[in-house]
């Protein structure tokens, strides 16, 4: 019930923002964000990994506890915990300081680059809030920083871009696999054109895995990169089943129908001036899209690792949609559509973070 109060409040502030009142929407966004800081924040024992992780605060309470390679987390994140501690922080409190954190890094991003800022975070809801914010807390905050990424991608600052990918690695090591876009968005970029073509071809690729098994093949050529990082949580990750059992899915299916939409749209409207924006998110968000396919017999690599790219559609589809804004059927349509995919998957992982709990109740 909480779940669905909460996705009707969200909804209830969106249709308030398609009446353009700049200073009701500004207050609206800011009443959204805290309702989801205060929804994650005082959170109880809700989704897979929140009592392991009050079992790591409870047992890292100094420095030296940070280096100890028998905790299996990051050393950013041990060292917050540690911070935490040395500010007198509970538990509750450091998960409401780590939801803080992970919001607000996300708002930077759909601050800076989203055409609406309430549909933005509407989108966000899932699956990223419900499985990251709300779930995997470190790999929620260490995506959350990896959208910040994007001004660095766009300007060629290679030295800021790794800056933010240590410092979200810090608490994830798996964004590493980051490197990617910044390389496809300077130096191998699609067009958008290109990328409709290909994702076409997605489709059938997608099927085919099914009979050749390119996801395994896929892995012993990650393998053969010799990358430690990347090869520990490739080989935790193969053996894992997450919320389908890996294959062909409805939401994977719906996830390239959408790609072929907005790069369409984008190369619609090549002419207008957040063009490259556009593009460079639309490349990121291919690369995910492409990881799932490939990988698509292995659900759990999909979640960690495409996710990490996916994420950026939050802005990259509300931005697309809003071309349409003058056409107002297509408009609601496509919205419509997309927030139909997003709860669809959102129902798929609801049976692991029902039921919802405050540590108030």
């Known amino acids: 019930m909480f779940y669905v109060i909460l996705v009707l409040i969200c909804v209830i502030f969106y249709i308030l923002s398609l009446f353009e009142n700049?200073?009701?929407n500004k207050l609206n966004s800011y009443l959204m964000l805290i309702i989801l800081l205060l929804f994650s924040g005082l959170r109880y024992g809700v989704l897979w990994d929140y009592f392991n992780y009050e079992k790591i605060y409870s047992s890292v309470t100094d420095w030296k506890s940070i280096l100890d390679p028998k905790l299996h987390i990051e050393h950013g994140f041990s060292f917050?915990?540690?911070?935490?501690?040395?500010?007198?922080l509970n538990w509750y409190g450091f998960v409401f300081f780590i939801a803080l954190l992970t919001l607000l890094f996300t708002w930077r991003f759909i601050t800076k680059y989203s055409k609406n800022r309430i549909a933005s975070l509407l989108l966000h809801l899932s699956p990223y809030f419900f499985i990251n914010d709300m779930g995997a807390?470190?790999?929620?905050?260490?995506?959350a920083i990896?959208?910040?990424?994007?001004e660095s991608i766009q300007r060629k600052k290679i030295v800021v871009f790794l800056g933010w990918l240590i410092l979200a690695s810090l608490f994830h090591g798996s964004v590493i696999a980051f490197i990617i876009p910044y390389l496809v968005c300077n130096y191998f970029r699609f067009s958008a054109k290109k990328i409709k073509y290909i994702s076409v071809c997605l489709f059938p690729l997608l099927f085919l895995n099914q009979v050749v098994n390119i996801s395994n093949i896929a892995i012993n050529l990650v393998h053969k990169l010799n990358i430690s990082i990347i090869n520990k949580y490739i080989d935790?990750?193969?053996?894992t089943k997450f919320f389908y059992n890996g294959g062909i899915s409805i939401t994977m299916l719906a996830q390239i129908v959408m790609l072929i939409f907005v790069a369409y749209t984008i190369e619609k409207y090549r002419n207008d001036s957040d063009y490259k924006q556009n593009l460079n998110m639309l490349n990121i968000y291919f690369v995910g899209i492409l990881i799932s396919v490939i990988f698509s017999n292995f659900d759990m690599i999909v979640?960690?690792?495409s996710l990490i790219f996916l994420n950026f559609d939050k802005v990259l589809f509300v931005n697309a949609i809003y071309k349409y804004k003058k056409n107002k059927v297509i408009f609601l349509l496509a919205l419509a559509?997309?927030?139909i995919v997003r709860i669809y998957i959102y129902l798929r992982v609801h049976p692991a973070a029902h039921p919802y709990k405050m540590i108030f109740f």
């Open 22 to 24: 700049e200073n009701l």
């Open 80 to 88: 917050l915990i540690v911070l935490s501690h040395k500010f007198g």
């Open 137 to 143: 807390i470190r790999n929620g905050l260490s995506n």
């Open 146 to 150: 990896i959208l910040n990424t994007f």
């Open 236 to 239: 935790r990750y193969i053996g």
């Open 303 to 305: 979640a960690r690792f």
């Open 337 to 339: 559509i997309y927030c």
